[in-house]
């Protein structure tokens, strides 16, 4: 029988002080590919913590975007999870990823900016 399916949700973010830079949005730059793997290794152990861990597989960063100030970078990922996970509640992944970044305030050495988190299912 196959396995449990694979179910996303888009998670968006901007960061107040990475310069968005136009090889930003170019996928497959090297600076698109970096700054990607940098979000990524900030972000999967956020969920992997959050009460999705155990179904958690991992985000991909989409895209970045630039944000109302020059020095602001949106960040798009697609994240994936384990479609065995019962129900998956955006307001309560919202909730725990806002409280491990200090109130959509910081990640990792970054600063965010307060109301740029979306989580949605």
Known sequence: SPGPVTKQ???NLTITNLRFTTDLETPN???FNSTAKIMQHYIDPLLQR???GPYFS???????????DRDDTGVDAVCSYN?????FDREKVYHELSNMTNG??????????????????
């Open 9 to 11: 949700f888009t998670l």
């Open 29 to 31: 730059s090297a600076k």
């Open 50 to 52: 959050s009460s999705i």
């Open 58 to 68: 991992g985000c991909k960063v989409t895209g970045f975007r630039s944000g109302r």
């Open 83 to 87: 479609g065995s996970l019962a129900r």
């Open 104 to 121: 959509v305030t910081r990640l990792g050495h970054y600063s965010l900016e307060k109301n740029s988190l979306y989580v949605n299912g």
